[in-house]
C-alpha cells in the first residue's frame, strides 16, 4: 500500500497546491477587498450581494447558458456522428482519427484568428453567399443569438476531437452480439443506435455532456479572440466578466466571487443532469 501511495504522491501534491489551495483560496479572498498591493480588507458577503444585483453579471449569465445551449448539444452530436462512422470504419480508422483529432491541439488564439476570417464580411462564407446571390450575414456582428451560434460553431469545430475519443472508446466497450442478435429480429440500423446501443453508451455520454457543459461555462479564449465580449456584450460572458474584474479593474475578490458562481451553477447543472441522464446508475 504505502508503495502505492508513494508513486501517486507527486501527482498528489501538485494536484493539491494547484487545484485545492487555489479553490480554497478564492473561496477565502470572494470575502475580501482584495488589492492588487497584497493588501486587503475582509468585507463578509458584500461581494455576493453586489452579485445578485450586478446586471452586468445577469447579462453574463444569460450569455453564457444561450452559449451553453448552442454548444453542447451540437458538440455533443457532432462528437456522436463522427465515433459511430469512425466505429463503423474498416480501414483508415487511424488517419481519420488522427485527422478530426487534429484541432483539439490547435491553438484557441489560432482557430479564432481561422475563423474570424471564415466568418468576416468577404470572407469564405459570405464570399460563397454572395456569389449564389445570397446576403453576407453578420456572423458575429450581428444578434446576440447569431455571433453565439457563430461562436459555438467555431468552439465544437475546435473540441469535438475529445469527446470523440470518449465516445468511441464507450461504443468499443459494447459487445457485437448485442446488435447483432438486434439486426437478426429485423432492427434497422436506427433502431439498431437508438434502443440498444445509446442506451448502453448512456454513463459515456453523461460523462461527455457533464465535461462539455464545464466547458461551455468556462469560454473565453474564443470569444477574447474572436469579439472581445461584443458587440454590446452580447458574447460577454460569465469568465469574460471575471477576467475584466480581475485584470482590467483589479478587483480581485469581486472577481473571485464570480469564480465562486460559475463553480456552484456548474456543480448544480452536473447534479442535476445526473438526475435525468444517469437514472440508472444512481
Given at each position: 500500500?504505502?508503495?502505492?501511495?508513494?508513486?501517486?504522491l507527486p501527482m498528489l501534491v501538485l494536484f493539491v497546491v494547484f487545484r485545492f489551495v487555489p479553490s480554497f483560496g478564492a473561496i477565502g479572498m470572494?470575502?475580501?477587498?482584495?488589492?492588487?498591493?497584497?493588501?486587503?480588507?475582509?468585507?463578509?458577503?458584500?461581494?455576493?450581494?453586489?452579485?445578485?444585483?450586478?446586471?452586468?453579471?445577469?447579462?453574463?449569465?444569460?450569455?453564457?447558458?444561450?452559449?451553453?445551449?448552442?454548444?453542447?448539444?451540437l458538440i455533443v452530436v457532432v462528437s456522436m456522428f463522427t465515433a459511430v462512422v469512425l466505429d463503423k470504419l474498416v480501414w483508415g480508422v487511424g488517419?481519420?482519427?488522427?485527422?478530426?483529432?487534429?484541432?483539439?491541439?490547435?491553438?484557441?488564439?489560432?482557430?479564432?484568428?481561422?475563423?474570424?476570417?471564415?466568418?468576416?464580411?468577404?470572407?469564405?462564407?459570405?464570399?460563397?453567399?454572395?456569389?449564389?446571390?445570397?446576403?453576407?450575414?453578420?456572423?458575429?456582428?450581428?444578434?446576440?443569438?447569431?455571433?453565439?451560434?457563430?461562436?459555438?460553431?467555431?468552439?465544437?469545430?475546435?473540441?469535438?476531437?475529445?469527446?470523440?475519443?470518449?465516445?468511441?472508446?464507450?461504443?468499443?466497450?459494447?459487445?457485437?452480439?448485442?446488435?447483432?442478435?438486434?439486426?437478426?429480429?429485423?432492427?434497422?440500423?436506427?433502431?439498431?443506435?437508438?434502443?440498444?446501443?445509446?442506451?448502453?453508451?448512456?454513463?459515456?455520454?453523461?460523462?461527455?455532456?457533464?465535461?462539455?457543459?464545464?466547458?461551455?461555462?468556462?469560454?473565453?479564449?474564443?470569444?477574447?479572440?474572436?469579439?472581445?465580449?461584443?458587440?454590446?456584450?452580447?458574447?460577454?460572458?460569465?469568465?469574460?466578466?471575471?477576467?475584466?474584474?480581475?485584470?482590467?479593474?483589479?478587483?480581485?475578490?469581486?472577481?473571485?466571487?464570480?469564480?465562486?458562481?460559475?463553480?456552484?451553477?456548474?456543480?448544480?447543472?452536473?447534479?442535476?443532469?445526473?438526475?435525468?441522464?444517469?437514472?440508472?446508475?444512481?
Amino acid at each position: 500500500m504505502w508503495a502505492g501511495i508513494l508513486f501517486v504522491l507527486p501527482m498528489l501534491v501538485l494536484f493539491v497546491v494547484f487545484r485545492f489551495v487555489p479553490s480554497f483560496g478564492a473561496i477565502g479572498m470572494s470575502f475580501t477587498d482584495y488589492r492588487l498591493n497584497g493588501d486587503f480588507e475582509v468585507i463578509g458577503f458584500e461581494n455576493y450581494s453586489r452579485l445578485v444585483s450586478d446586471p452586468i453579471f445577469r447579462n453574463a449569465l444569460v450569455t453564457t447558458l444561450i452559449y451553453a445551449a448552442f454548444y453542447v448539444p451540437l458538440i455533443v452530436v457532432v462528437s456522436m456522428f463522427t465515433a459511430v462512422v469512425l466505429d463503423k470504419l474498416v480501414w483508415g480508422v487511424g488517419f481519420f482519427r488522427g485527422a478530426l483529432f487534429l484541432p483539439y491541439v490547435t491553438s484557441f488564439v489560432l482557430a479564432g484568428v481561422i475563423w474570424y476570417w471564415i466568418y468576416s464580411a468577404d470572407g469564405l462564407v459570405n464570399g460563397l453567399l454572395q456569389r449564389w446571390g445570397i446576403e453576407a450575414i453578420p456572423f458575429l456582428s450581428g444578434n446576440q443569438w447569431q455571433v453565439l451560434g457563430s461562436l459555438s460553431v467555431v468552439s465544437v469545430w475546435r473540441g469535438f476531437g475529445y469527446s470523440m475519443l470518449i465516445l468511441l472508446a464507450g461504443l468499443k466497450t459494447i459487445p457485437t452480439e448485442l446488435t447483432e442478435a438486434a439486426k437478426l429480429d429485423g432492427a434497422n440500423a436506427v433502431q439498431r443506435f437508438f434502443r440498444v446501443t445509446l442506451p448502453l453508451l448512456r454513463p459515456v455520454v453523461f460523462f461527455v455532456v457533464v465535461i462539455e457543459t464545464i466547458a461551455a461555462f468556462q469560454v473565453f479564449d474564443t470569444i477574447y479572440v474572436m469579439t472581445g465580449g461584443g458587440p454590446a456584450r452580447a458574447s460577454y460572458s460569465l469568465v469574460y466578466a471575471l477576467y475584466d474584474e480581475g485584470f482590467k479593474f483589479f478587483d480581485f475578490g469581486y472577481a473571485a466571487t464570480i469564480g465562486v458562481a460559475i463553480f456552484a451553477l456548474v456543480f448544480v447543472i452536473s447534479v442535476i443532469q445526473r438526475r435525468f441522464l444517469d437514472r440508472d446508475e444512481t
